[in-house]
């Protein structure tokens, strides 16, 4: 079984920054995929973004260039550095973990950014 934590989350103004983190624990295989997704008010569920343990990574259109995602294997921790924050990028943000075609979810992280 795999526990994700989220931290980081909070107010923000336009413009401003945050620094998410996932810290996973348990049975972890050295190959898997860590990323983030989240949900707005009255939206769907969006990939936000997401990093293979070797190190490539993708992003949605509405955050690249603004959003970086990171990790440290030895840690088994991933970050999501979110610049230039937006209105729009209020959502509860989730950490999860994709390895061995199992997926696994953290709680959440509210993230509110408004002037």
């Known amino acids: 079984q795999v526990q994700l934590v989220e931290s980081g989350g909070g107010l923000v103004q336009p413009g401003g920054s945050l620094r998410l983190s996932c810290a996973a624990s348990?049975?972890?295989?050295?190959?898997?995929?860590m990323g983030w997704y989240r949900q707005a008010p009255g939206k769907e569920r969006e990939l936000v973004a997401h990093?293979?343990?070797?190190?490539?990574?993708s992003y949605a259109n509405s955050v690249r260039g603004r959003f970086t995602i990171s990790r440290d294997n030895a840690e088994n921790t991933a970050y999501l550095q979110m610049n230039s924050l937006e209105l729009e990028d209020t959502a509860v943000y989730y950490c999860?973990?994709?390895?061995?075609?199992?997926?696994?979810w953290g709680k959440g992280t509210l993230v509110t950014v408004s002037s």
């Open positions: 999860y973990l994709r390895a061995m075609g199992m997926d696994y």
């Open positions: 348990g049975r972890i295989f050295s190959f898997n995929v």
């Open positions: 990093i293979v343990s070797h190190g490539d990574t």
